[in-house]
Every structure is written in C-alpha cells, then in structure tokens.
C-alpha cells in the first residue's frame, strides 16, 4: 500500500485501474494513429491524382494538334 497522508493507494486498486483504462487508452492511441495513417495516404494520392491528371491533360492537348 502506498501512503500518501490522508490518502492511502492499494496495489490491487491500481492494477484494476490499470487493467480497466488500458484498453480505452490503446484504442484511442491505435484510432489516432489510424487517422494519421489515412490523411498521409490521402495527401499522397490527391498528389499523384493531380500529377495524372496534368499528364492526361498533355496527352489530350498533344492528341488535339496531331489531329489538326
């Protein structure tokens, strides 16, 4: 037991406390790193959908002066 003056802590006390926030705590680090992970992958593919899109552009404009 840990005595901190008028207010005593108990080891069993505590490791329930453990046991019943460590999972709320691993969930909400594993749903941040989660959102983290997507907004990565998003940034990345909005880049490289614009990049195709401007080669698509060019090939377009390059297909319209072949034809003319």
């Known amino acids: 037991m ?8 108990e080891w069993g006390t505590m490791l329930v ?3 019943v926030f460590l999972p709320a705590l691993l969930f909400y680090a594993f749903v ?6 997507v907004l990565r992958f998003m940034k990345e593919k909005i880049q490289l959908d614009r990049e195709r899109n401007q080669k698509l552009a060019q090939l377009l404009e390059s297909r319209r002066h072949e034809q003319n």
């Open 2 to 9: 840990l005595d901190f003056g008028a207010v005593s802590v």
């Open 17 to 19: 406390q453990l046991i």
């Open 32 to 37: 941040i790193y989660a959102i983290v992970k």
